[in-house]
């Protein structure tokens, strides 16, 4: 089973750029897709079943969300989030694992004021509070259920700095201890950092509980180098990140 996160840098449908990505999320080819900074109407295939959260905060348009999760399997059931505009919670039935948690989510960035009067690292650390409240109630309801977070983090997890903050990567990591969850897009897992020789790192992350452990492979990144090259046009300020389990 593969899953795979994107940011698509508010991706809006009917463009050039989205036929491109959208050519991108074919080639890849996952079960479940974690969309962050994307539209509704953007999706993988006919044979997908999304779910969303709520609208994003300061958007102009109904169907731009922060996060939508598509799924091949044919039962998806929306759960309860703390925070319904920057956090979706995907209970997924699938053939190979049964019962499964999906929960995408989009932290602030540093420069992020939509949580005013919270800023930066304390916006941060306040967002991974309330995504711990979550992970705390879907473990006390399912119990040992394998669980999946991903999506945009803003926050490398890497020994050195790429972006964020050293006190908001403390919270993430205690979080993601307490939680159970082991990110595979951190550290020697890095698939950006690999790619571009310590240039860049991961900010958007794949987390598995120990369930699901180990992978079939490590995570994998894509589309390669358009999204580093200057001059390249991009398709998003983010890369892509997939992991097969």
Known sequence: MRIATWNLQRATVNTSRTRKILDWIKEVQADIWILTETDERISPGSDYLPIHTDRAEQTQRETEKWVVIWS????VEL???????RTAIALIETPQYGSVIV???VF???GDRSKLPLTGADAFCAAVDLLATDLSQVRAKFGGIKICLAGDFNQDLNNHHYYGSKKGKAKLKDMLETA???CLTSGKHDPI????KGTHACIDHVCVNKEWIPCKSGAQVFPAQENVVPGKDPLSDHFGVYIDL
Not at 72 to 75: A, D, E, G, V, W
Not at 79 to 85: A, E, G, I, Q, R
Not at 193 to 196: A, E, P, S
Request: charged share 10%.
């Open 103 to 105: 929960c995408g989510t």
């Open 79 to 85: 759960l309860p989030s703390t925070d319904s505009s």
């Open 72 to 75: 091949r399997f044919p039962h």
């Open 193 to 196: 950092f690999r790619l571009t």
């Open 108 to 110: 602030p960035w540093i």
């Open 180 to 182: 159970g969850l082991t």
